[in-house]
């Protein structure tokens, strides 16, 4: 089986200042089908970078970026469009949700979008606002939401076409502990089902997750490797209480 | 393990198995569950120090038990334990020293120690993602301590990543 991502010696300079900015340089990844695989590194060091550019939302400088063993760097936008509404979820740093929709409708459009038949449209709008407390919320515009209730209904949408590959930028800045609980269950649900993930995030406890830690510092990869798993002992054995 | 026998005995006075089960029932399984060879040291020190004093009681068919009773200077070593500020978080970090020291010796690089450590960092935390997700939410010390580790996991990470922008 071919990886879900692979990238070839990828490469971002921002020139759209005075200087330009190298973002990312020169990364080769390779994320297996079902992976979960989380990204942490300085405040920028290029994560953001890399995620867009693998969710085709950033245009590559140099380099190769393959999905599904498909080359994916020299595609249209439009054909980027397609590929993003079949089988990429993208959740955003800063939500990014359409303000003039409820957070119902933000979250079932995808799964329309995505070809699914009105009822499962609706039957995943519900079971992912109910998974992460948000039924009450459904009929809200955006707007009316705490920053961490938005966080949630982006992870929702993203999630309403049953991507393939998920592709997430900190989708857990904004949650106190109990929101973060429901995230990281649907989370695990998610990886589970087999679904791949490629998440940036600093929360310890979402990284803890994942299969795999590729770690970013200066555009660059300086670490990629498994997060051990160890048998569940006891929290005496787990906590010094010294 | 001193200050936590006398609270129990301040309550009442109890035998070393009896201060064992107090010990487990009030921290669940948030604590490691005391060895009971180490709870009769302990008791036999305080014993020494006249914190603590221990009456024979006779038992019908087994030998005489120890039970032990908190003396005024017991209750004021308690009184000084519980009034006396705690020790604040950790300020000499042994993984700092090596980060610090190890460039010096030139067996490993300070990005490498980063590295590993914060993957080691993470490792932790799923054995605590674990733990947490088989306690019972009604455990509430167990509960808290957990989300205590959690934090302090998080603050580590987070200061590794000061180290990384500013040493490596
Ligand atoms: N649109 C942009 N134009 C110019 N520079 C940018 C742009 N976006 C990001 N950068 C720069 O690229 C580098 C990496 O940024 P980013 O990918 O956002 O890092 P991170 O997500 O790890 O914080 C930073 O130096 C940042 O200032
Ligand atoms: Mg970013």
Redesign the interface.
């Known amino acids: 089986m071919s990886p879900v991502v692979k990238t070839v010696n990828l490469v971002k300079i921002y020139q759209d200042g005075a200087v330009p900015v190298p973002a990312v340089r020169g990364v080769d990844l390779q994320v297996e089908p079902g992976e979960f695989v989380?990204i942490?590194?300085?405040s920028g060091s290029g994560k953001s970078t890399l995620v867009h550019m693998l969710g085709g939302l950033d245009a590559r400088t140099s380099g190769e970026i393959w999905l599904d063993g498909k080359r994916v760097d020299t595609l249209s936008e439009s054909a980027w469009a397609l590929l993003r509404r079949k089988k990429i979820g993208f959740v955003f740093q800063f939500f990014n949700l359409v303000a003039n929709m409820t957070v119902g409708d933000n979250v079932e459009l995808p799964a329309l979008l995505a070809g699914a038949s009105p009822k499962v449209a609706r039957e995943r709008r519900e079971s992912l606002l109910a998974a992460l407390n948000l039924t009450d919320r459904a009929d809200a515009a955006p707007a009316q939401l705490s920053g961490g209730e938005q966080q949630r209904v982006a992870l929702a949408r993203a999630l309403a076409n049953e991507p393939s590959l998920l592709l997430a930028d900190e989708p857990t800045g904004n949650l106190d502990?109990r929101n973060t609980r429901d995230v990281?269950r649907l989370l695990s649900e998610v990886h589970k089902q087999g679904q791949t993930i490629v998440m940036v995030t600093?929360?310890?406890?979402v990284?803890?997750?994942?299969d795999r830690?590729v770690?970013l510092?200066d555009g660059e990869i300086?670490?990629d490797?498994?997060?051990?798993?160890?048998r569940?002992?006891?929290?005496?054995?787990?906590?010094d209480?010294r | 393990m001193r200050p936590h026998l006398l609270a129990l005995l301040a309550k009442e006075p109890a035998h070393g198995y009896e201060l064992k089960q107090a010990l487990e029932q009030t921290f669940g399984s948030a604590y490691p569950s005391p060895n009971i060879g180490q709870i009769y040291v302990t008791l036999g020190r305080l014993e020494k120090d006249g914190l603590v004093r221990a009456v024979d009681v006779e038992q019908s068919n087994r030998p005489n038990k120890k039970v032990y009773y908190l003396t005024a200077k017991g209750r004021e070593s308690l009184e000084a334990w519980v009034d006396e500020p705690t020790e604040g978080p950790r300020v000499r970090d042994e993984f700092f020293m090596k980060l610090v020291l190890a460039p010096l010796t030139g067996i490993a690089d300070r990005m490498a120690l980063i590295s590993r450590q914060r993957r080691h960092y993470l490792s932790l935390m799923s054995d605590l993602n674990d733990l947490l997700s088989s306690t019972a939410p009604t455990d509430r010390v167990a509960m808290l301590l957990i989300e205590g580790a959690m934090l302090h996991l998080q603050a580590d990470l987070d200061w590794l990543e000061r180290c990384q922008e500013d040493l490596a």
């Open positions: 989380a942490m590194g300085p502990s990281l600093h929360d310890a406890r990284a803890s997750l994942a830690l770690s510092f300086v670490d490797g498994r997060i051990a798993r160890r569940t002992r006891t929290a005496g054995e787990v906590i209480l």
